[in-house]
């Protein structure tokens, strides 16, 4: 991963600012009411009698775990699985909809932005801003026109470009605002936003939010799915709950009784997570990894370090953080001492059990016991329109093949075992990848990398998009790993989840690792400290 794109920051986000108390719009104002909907996929009922009802002027937030059905439910709404392929009814402005593809529900002002933003990287914002609903007389597109509305609708969305501006050249922050400039375009009535913060850091999250509650206030209404619960009770004026494709209970986020966010993972998963991180008792034993004076430049601007003379070491039986606010350099060190897969002019000293190695390549580094389970499975993790059994085989087909030739049934034997043993919710290892879950993707990753056997396992952002139920199955993932003796590196955004997992962590800023910390001594703040250290060791 390039250092320009740095994966998102080490802090803990903090808490949005709380929106203030709005009057209850009543039931009969109801811009959209789904009905007992119910889809089936082969050997999956995804949603069973769902309903929901959004009001005019509100934003409404949709929780529930990883498969819970959200998704599937926005798709059914969108048009994306069309009228006729699910039971119920929708009703949109007090009319019935039959939408059978995207085209009819945009038409409605219905507009889906989906986590996986659909932006074109090589045109223009405004090209991407008007793509099928071209500014054009007589076939002829009118670019002065075009560039003059987009100009408008990017003011209107508080982002201060050229329209003539590439996509490419945005962060991901930046492309979410182009997605609902998009939207606006279109003149939305009712906005649907899955996960919009997903990949936004603490600023660009902020800024969102702020937006979210101006379009509200213009009259736009809202669906937000999110799996951060202090999000949502920042913006959402109600909140529905699905469970196993199934509505929970919506709930008055203004209501006279304040909605806490235990309520709602009470909600979400069944059953109460006092406790959202499992107890972990280390039993450190000794060093399996070093990394001495190590120092990272950028592939493309090679004159500047992108990891300065960092040094560290894991334990067997030992899971340690790493910690760093966005463009510290933590993935870029993972990735470089993963067999050199990021970066240029890599320098410095890696040991294995006291003895020197050299991972010069990525299949060294296995050979050597080292895995890396990236913060970005759907692009560099897994392959999407592979199944199960494949992926979890891929990174050592060596184990169940002779002669160059795969043993298909041992593929499989493997891969029912990790399904088992992980609980991948899945009714076949035959199932499509891309067709499961955050969460359970997650855990074809972890499946993976645990099938080469390694001493050392570096995570990079293990949670992330995924939500607290099946968070607390990857801790204890995690825990089991620990106990069986190998040694984690953990990469988290997310300074709770580390505290929570950690028996040290590290922390790092601006390419140098700045502090290290016991268990015992660690807080949000110290780490904060360490983190916002310039080089010259004064806190920004």
């Not at 201060?160 to 605002?177: A, C, E, F, M, S």
């Not at 107890?279 to 300065?308: F, Q």
């Not at 950690?502 to 140098?512: E, H, K, P, T, V």
């Not at 690792?513 to 400290?529: D, I, S």
């Amino acid at each position: 991963m390039s250092s320009d794109h740095p994966s998102p920051a080490g802090a803990a986000a903090p808490s949005p600012s709380v929106a203030p108390a709005r009057p209850a719009v009543p039931s009969d104002h109801a811009i959209l009411q789904m009905r007992d909907i119910t889809k089936t996929f082969p050997g999956v009922k995804a949603l069973q009698d769902v309903n929901l009802t959004v009001r005019r002027g509100e934003v409404h937030a949709i929780c529930g775990e990883n498969g819970a059905g959200k998704s599937t439910l926005m798709n059914v709404l969108s048009g994306v699985y069309p009228h006729g392929s699910y039971d119920g009814e929708i009703t949109f402005e007090g009319e019935l909809c039959d939408f059978r593809t995207i085209r009819d529900s945009e038409a409605r002002g219905i507009v889906i932005i989906h986590q996986e933003l659909a932006l074109s990287p090589y045109l223009s914002v405004a090209e991407n801003i008007f793509l099928g609903n071209e500014q054009a007389s007589a076939g002829v597109i009118d670019w002065n026109r075009t560039n003059s509305e987009a100009a408008k609708l990017l003011a209107r969305v508080g982002l201060d470009i050229h329209p003539d501006t590439k996509v490419k050249d945005l962060g991901v922050g930046r492309q979410q605002l182009v997605e609902i400039a998009k939207a606006l375009s279109k003149r939305v009535k009712l906005l649907i936003l899955d996960e919009p913060t997903a990949a936004l850091n603490d600023e660009d999250s902020e800024h969102l939010l702020t937006l979210m509650r101006q379009l509200r206030d213009q009259g736009i209404s809202m669906i937000m799915i999110s799996h951060k619960l202090n999000e949502i009770a920042a913006i959402a004026d109600s909140t529905t709950v699905i469970r196993d494709g199934r509505t929970i209970e919506t709930l008055d986020m203004h209501g006279p009784e304040p909605v806490s966010e235990d309520h709602i993972i009470r909600l979400m998963v069944g059953r109460s997570l006092e406790n959202r991180f499992p107890d972990h008792e280390p039993s450190v034993g000794e060093e399996v990894l070093r990394v001495e004076d190590w120092t990272v430049h950028h592939p493309i601007d090679v004159e500047r370090k992108v990891v300065d003379g960092a040094s560290l070491t894991v334990r067997r039986g030992e899971i340690v953080g790493l910690a760093g606010l966005m463009g510290a350099g933590r993935t870029e060190l993972a990735m470089s001492i993963f067999g050199r897969s990021y970066g240029h002019n890599i320098s410095g000293r890696l040991y294995k059990n006291g003895t020197e190695i050299h991972a010069r390549t990525v299949s060294e580094a296995i050979e050597h016991g080292i895995a890396y389970a990236t913060e970005d499975r759907k692009r560099y993790g897994l392959n999407l329109i592979q199944d199960i059994k494949r992926n979890i085989a891929s990174a050592a087909l060596g184990k169940i093949s002779r002669l160059g030739v795969v043993d298909r049934s041992a593929e499989a034997r493997v891969a029912e075992g990790y399904r088992k043993d992980m609980r991948i919710k899945t009714p076949s290892v035959d199932a499509v990848v891309g067709q499961l879950s955050g969460g359970n993707q997650q855990k074809v990753v972890l499946s993976k990398w645990i099938y080469t056997d390694p001493d050392v396992l570096i995570l990079d952002e293990p949670t992330r998009g995924i939500d607290v139920g099946a968070k607390f199955e990857i801790y204890q993932i995690i825990n089991a790993l620990a106990e069986a003796g190998k040694a984690v590196l953990v990469i988290s955004s997310e300074l709770p989840e580390l505290l929570g997992i950690c028996d040290r962590i590290y922390a790092m800023s601006q390419g140098r690792l700045t502090g290290e910390v016991p268990r015992a001594e660690a807080t949000q703040e110290r780490l904060m400290h360490f983190m916002t250290m310039d080089k010259e060791g004064a806190s920004r």
